[in-house]
Structures are given as C-alpha cells and as structure tokens.
C-alpha cells in the first residue's frame, strides 16, 4: 500500500493539519484503523483537561462503580486465603503450584470467587498486582480437559509484550492441562499464525488489529468463545483500539463471560462495560495508584544534564535490574547509546525493532544478563521481571496513568523498588498531577558530588562533525554499540514514541 500526505480538518477547531506519511506509516505499524480526527493541538488539549479524571484511582477514594448497582468487592473481602479454597481442578492446581504461587494475591482473592462462577467481572487492578492469573485460571478452570481445535477462550491485549506475557502465564499455569494457547500480533506474519489456528488451539491472545486482520480475511473461526477477557482496558483506548474492539465483540456470541481489567475507569471504559458485560461485579485492590512498596524521588535537573546525572546516578546507586524510561523512540536509543558508551551492558526496547529484536531484548533483560533496560512506554507494557529495583523517567511521562504504569515494573508483589524521575521546568504541572494521585509531596534530590552547573555545549554551526576525527587527529569515535547488536538504523518516525 502507498501513503501520500493527506490534508484532515481538526474536528474540534476547524484548522486543516497534515496527516503525513511517516505518521500514516506509524498509525499502520500499531494497526490503527482511524485516522486522527484532532489536529495534535487539540489532541494534547483533548488529553489534559481528561486525565485528571482519567488518571489513577485515589488510594483513598474508590473509584465509583459503573452503576450503583454494580457491587464493589472491597479489597478486605473476604477470599480464599490460598488456592485450595477456590475449587480449581487438579491439573490446574498443579500450575499454580509449580508456578511458585502459595497465597493469592489481593486482585486473585476479590476476582477469582466470581469468575469461577461464571460472572462478568470488571477488575480494577495495575499490572503487578497478579492480575493475569485472576482471568488465567478461570480460562484454564472452563477449559478442563483438553478439546483441541476451538477456541474458546480469548483474550484481546494492547501490546505485543503483554500478548506474550500472557500466553506465557497460561503455559505455565496450564502446563499440566495440555491446553494450547496462540498469541496473535502485527509485526509477524500471517502465515504461521494460520497454520497454528489451523492445527487446532484453545485460547487465544490476541492484539486488536492483528485479530481483525485474521477476523477478515476468515482464518479465525470465533464462533465457539464463551470466555473473552480484555486485559488493560484503558491503556487499549489510549492507543486508539475502541473501534477495533467494538467490530470484534460484534463477531463473538452473545452468550459468553467477560473479564475486564483496567488500571483506571475512564469514560470510554465505562461506556463499553454499560454496552457489552453483564451484571458485572467489580472488584478493586487498595491501590490503583502506584503500589505503597515504591519510593518517589525527583531529580531536578537541565535537560541537557541528563545524560550525565543518568550515568552519575546509575554509578552510584546500587540497583538489581533497571528500567529507564524516554519519551520518545529515538530517545531511547540516544539514551542506551549513551549508556553503552560509558561503558554500562544496556539493551533497548522501542516500537522500531523488528519482533525477533525485540524479543531477544526483552528475553536477554528477563534472564538477568542485561540489567538495564531502556524503554518507551508502549514497548514497555507487559515486561514482566521480578527483580526490577529502579524506575527511572529520563524523561516525564505525558500522563499521571503513564506514571502509575512505568512504576508498576518495580515494587511487585512482596518486593519494594525506587522510582526517580528526572524533571525539567517544564514538568511542573504533570509533578503536581502525580503528587495528587499519590496524595503526597515527592522528595526532591540532589545527587552528591554532581556537577550541576556545566553549560550546555556551544554548537558550533560551522563544525562538520561527521568529519571532526578525520582532520584533528584524535581517533575516530567508537561506534556506538547497539544494544541489540545489528546496525545502528536511523529511526524511521522520529516524532512518535513508540
Ligand atoms: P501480573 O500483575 O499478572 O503481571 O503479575 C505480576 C507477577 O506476579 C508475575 O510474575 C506473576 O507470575 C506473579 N504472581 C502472580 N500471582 C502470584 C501469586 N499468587 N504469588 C506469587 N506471585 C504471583
């Protein structure tokens, strides 16, 4: 297919923007299927008057129920203190066990009791909280013994990474129940994905777009789901998903259970319960708001320091794994660039890598054999590793939910972690917003023996800088290593994270 830069009128204040190429290219690359109906003034107006009301629940006050005659399971509710109490069938049982899994978490306790039974539940839960096993279990407890060939259960993810998190959660927990599950994204081919339907599969994952893709062409057969679970909610419609979703509900029988998980409860989630769950029960842990096991801390500085406090910090703070997060794609790959040059084993994650890539990044990270990560928000979702000690925001999320979402990588379960951010001038208005949700002020810090006065450097616009070593005879700059091996390739959509 070929793009060619298009003129959109903004629906909001009437001005014509240019949707061009690159942007269509990106809205392909994530499977939108709109184009942006707001020129991205009005977008980013759009998005800071909804946040406030968007953003994460208040630990102190609960987000209201869909409907006051929706119940709200409080998080002291009484549950199942381990897994025997839930009736789950033996195979299943087995799963939980070897999966090291003894006592049910908060979100498992409050949601499990009623998926079991059938009910359409609307779980109000961050991902760490082990919210995965609370749709996982279910699905394996309806499959029972193995039926090859249907699928009857799926689960719609935002994200590649998450998708395969999951699958890998039902492997685990299923590994003695012979239930086969597929995981469906973009950025692979159709071919395999079809086979593998083809050969017979009992759960699928699925990213929207790729779903519908499958969905068109007529190599899903959805006829048979009775469980659909959508996992992230919230973060689905940030990403633009709401119409794709809306189009896949359309082809799932009507008689099913639905599970819905989402970190916040904005409106378009609300509308979407109303529409299509049924007498849903909602279950809520304590915090939606980042978990109480994490620590804040910000680290004031000028944009062009960053770098440098980045390394000076990471040099002198004793860390497990780390996850550094950046605005933008082209950012994280300045950022790990950088690391690597002063000497630090880092490996990046953003929207550009292929999916081998990626994955090689994301399995390196998870063994431990890399411990810092380099990330953007959307190609961080559903990394899940355990020993993550540190967030650090090399750059300030756009959004309070964003900031909630970055720091659910670390202070998992029963581990604690660090959150830093790193803030600007001009981040002052989102700090406030944070320190809403996390009805506190957050400690500002200054890193000792830093020099936070060095001035930015002096460009010189007649320098050539690409020919600088070849004339002064100082040795050519190494070349960067990339984290991920390969070439280093000019990010193709500079302006979009990932
Ligand atoms: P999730 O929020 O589903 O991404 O889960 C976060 C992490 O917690 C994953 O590594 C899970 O394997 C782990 N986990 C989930 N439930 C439990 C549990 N009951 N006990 C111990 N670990 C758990």
């Not at 759009?46 to 119940?71: C, L, Q």
């Not at 590994?175 to 599950?181: A, S």
């Not at 096991?293 to 770098?307: C, D, Q, T």
């Not at 979402?405 to 972690?417: A, L, P, Q, Y």
């Amino acid at each position: 297919m070929s793009f060619q830069d298009k003129s959109i009128i903004c629906s909001d204040c009437g001005a014509s923007f240019i949707f061009n190429v690159r942007d269509q290219e990106f809205f392909k690359l994530k499977g939108f299927r709109q184009e942006p109906k707001r020129c991205p003034d009005c977008r980013k107006k759009v998005n800071a008057e909804r946040k406030p009301f968007n953003s994460v629940i208040p630990a102190a006050v609960p987000v209201p129920a869909m409907e006051d005659t929706t119940p709200i399971i409080e998080p002291t509710a009484p549950g199942a203190a381990d897994f025997e109490g839930f009736g789950l069938n033996p195979d299943v049982m087995t799963g939980v066990k070897l999966s090291g899994y003894t006592v049910p978490t908060a979100i498992q306790s409050a949601a499990l009791p009623h998926a079991l039974a059938g009910k359409d539940v609307i779980g109000l839960a961050q991902t760490g909280t082990g919210k995965t096993a609370a749709f996982v279990l279910p699905m394996l407890q309806r499959l029972g013994t193995h039926k090859r060939g249907n699928i009857r259960c799926l689960v719609i993810s935002p994200t590649r990474e998450l998708a395969e998190q999951t699958n890998e959660s039902i492997a685990s927990l299923g590994r003695k129940t012979g239930i086969r599950g597929i995981s469906l994204y973009g950025g692979v081919g159709m071919y395999q994905q079809v086979r593998n339907i083809r050969d017979g599969v009992d759960v699928a994952v699925a990213c929207p777009g790729r779903l519908l893709d499958h969905i068109w062409q007529g190599s899903i057969d959805l006829s048979s789901v009775e469980l659909l679970v959508i996992d992230e909610a919230d973060r689905m419609f940030d990403m633009g998903f709401l119409p794709d979703i809306k189009q896949i509900l359309k082809c799932l029988p009507e008689t099913r259970q639905t599970l819905l998980f989402s970190a916040t409860m904005p409106p378009d989630v609300r509308i979407l319960i109303k529409t299509y769950l049924k007498d849903p029960v909602t279950v809520q842990i304590g915090h939606a708001a980042p978990a109480s096991s994490v620590s804040h801390a910000l680290y004031p500085v000028k944009k062009h320091l960053k770098p440098a406090l980045l390394a000076a910090l990471l040099r002198q703070t004793e860390t497990e794994s780390v996850v550094i997060f950046t605005r933008t794609k082209h950012g994280a790959e300045k950022v790990a660039d950088n690391l690597a040059r002063n000497g630090f084993d880092v490996t990046s994650l953003q929207g550009n890598l292929a999916q081998a890539r990626r994955q090689a990044a994301i399995d390196k990270f998870k063994a431990g054999k890399v411990k810092i990560m380099v990330a953007t928000d959307i190609a961080a979702r559903g990394i899940d590793v355990l020993r993550i000690s540190h967030v650090i925001n090399y750059d300030m999320p756009d959004t309070t939910d964003a900031y909630t979402h970055r720091i659910g990588r670390t202070g998992r379960i029963d581990k604690t972690g660090e959150a830093f951010t790193f803030v600007c001038p001009e981040d002052g208005e989102m700090v406030r917003q944070v320190e809403r949700i996390l009805n506190k002020k957050i400690e500002r810090r200054i890193l000792p023996g830093f020099d936070y006065t060095l001035e930015a450097p002096k460009v010189d616009s007649t320098a050539r800088p690409m020919m600088h070593h070849r004339f002064n005879n100082s040795p050519a700059p190494s070349p960067a290593r990339r984290p991920y091996g390969g070439y280093a390739k000019k990010p193709a959509f500079s302006r979009s994270a990932a």
